[in-house]
């Protein structure tokens, strides 16, 4: 393989691309609505060493992965059961189709008004927000696994926890892993939202506060800030769980 072809070298000549195409665009535009890459970087580097970057970003990180959390693990519980289970699949469809159209802003402001603007409704409106998309990955899931592989099972007498680990999980395994990048893609926009509206710490009350200021520059230092922290929970975390749940291939 030609060396320009590695997947490494085109990923950096592509961020190199459009860091160029940023530098391009500030300079012909010359407005402070578009700063300069390293004008961004420079405040960037600013609230990281004032400390104020690292406590609103922990803050923000700490909902994320709490509500990531619970919904991963009740949405697979509730999807297996339903994907096993058709009348029961059938009695709440009707109710996962409700909740998938309701509008994320809609749940937030009624957990707000309803429970008030404390700290558990800004969890529960994520975890609603997210939940029925994780049901319904690995309800499609359940219904796809393979019935002779379920019957072998049985035939060589697995207990459940072994029919889970060696049967049904490498075969849930990419819907697992289908639902968390979605959701992890998804629920840090739902968190900063509900920081936004009804919290006065995290990474969407500062983005908040920078858009009343006009500040545009302190916007996308901390938006490049959150991307390179989901990025590296990506490269570092998800990549290599995926990575090692597929050694038997």
């Given at each position: 393989m030609p060396i320009t072809y590695r997947p490494a070298i085109l990923a950096t000549l592509s961020i190199a691309a459009f860091l160029l195409l940023w530098q391009g665009l500030a300079h012909y535009l010359n407005t402070?609505?578009?700063?300069?890459?390293?004008?961004?970087?420079?405040?960037?580097?600013?609230?990281?060493?004032?400390?104020?970057?690292?406590?609103?970003?922990?803050?923000?990180?700490?909902?994320?992965?709490?509500?990531?959390?619970?919904?991963?693990s009740l949405g697979c519980v509730i999807g297996i059961i339903l994907g096993r289970h058709k009348q029961l699949d059938y009695f709440f469809d009707n109710w996962l189709v409700?909740?998938?159209?309701?509008?994320a802003l809609v749940t937030i402001i009624l957990?707000?008004?309803?429970?008030?603007?404390?700290?558990?409704?800004?969890?529960?409106?994520?975890?609603?927000?997210?939940?029925?998309?994780v049901i319904v990955t690995i309800?499609?899931?359940?219904?796809?696994?393979?019935?002779?592989?379920?019957?072998?099972?049985?035939?060589y007498r697995f207990g459940r926890i072994k029919t889970l680990r060696h049967v049904i999980?490498?075969?849930?395994?990419?819907?697992?892993?289908?639902a968390t990048r979605s959701g992890l893609?998804?629920?840090?926009?739902?968190?900063?939202?509900?920081?936004?509206?009804?919290r006065s710490d995290g990474m969407g009350y500062q983005l908040h506060l920078f858009f009343q200021l006009f500040d545009v520059?302190?916007?996308?230092?901390?938006?490049?800030?959150?991307?390179t922290v989901i990025q590296g929970i990506e490269l570092l975390i998800l990549k290599p769980m995926d990575k090692h749940a597929q050694r038997w291939r």
């Amino acid at each position: 393989m030609p060396i320009t072809y590695r997947p490494a070298i085109l990923a950096t000549l592509s961020i190199a691309a459009f860091l160029l195409l940023w530098q391009g665009l500030a300079h012909y535009l010359n407005t402070a609505t578009l700063p300069t890459p390293m004008v961004v970087i420079n405040v960037l580097m600013q609230e990281i060493s004032t400390g104020q970057l690292p406590h609103h970003l922990g803050i923000t990180l700490y909902r994320l992965l709490l509500s990531f959390s619970i919904a991963m693990s009740l949405g697979c519980v509730i999807g297996i059961i339903l994907g096993r289970h058709k009348q029961l699949d059938y009695f709440f469809d009707n109710w996962l189709v409700i909740f998938l159209n309701i509008p994320a802003l809609v749940t937030i402001i009624l957990c707000y008004v309803w429970f008030g603007l404390v700290e558990s409704a800004a969890i529960l409106a994520v975890i609603i927000n997210k939940l029925p998309n994780v049901i319904v990955t690995i309800r499609e899931g359940t219904r796809a696994l393979d019935p002779e592989l379920l019957n072998m099972a049985k035939c060589y007498r697995f207990g459940r926890i072994k029919t889970l680990r060696h049967v049904i999980w490498p075969q849930l395994h990419p819907f697992v892993m289908a639902a968390t990048r979605s959701g992890l893609a998804l629920i840090w926009k739902i968190v900063l939202v509900v920081e936004m509206l009804g919290r006065s710490d995290g990474m969407g009350y500062q983005l908040h506060l920078f858009f009343q200021l006009f500040d545009v520059t302190s916007i996308l230092a901390y938006t490049v800030a959150f991307i390179t922290v989901i990025q590296g929970i990506e490269l570092l975390i998800l990549k290599p769980m995926d990575k090692h749940a597929q050694r038997w291939r």
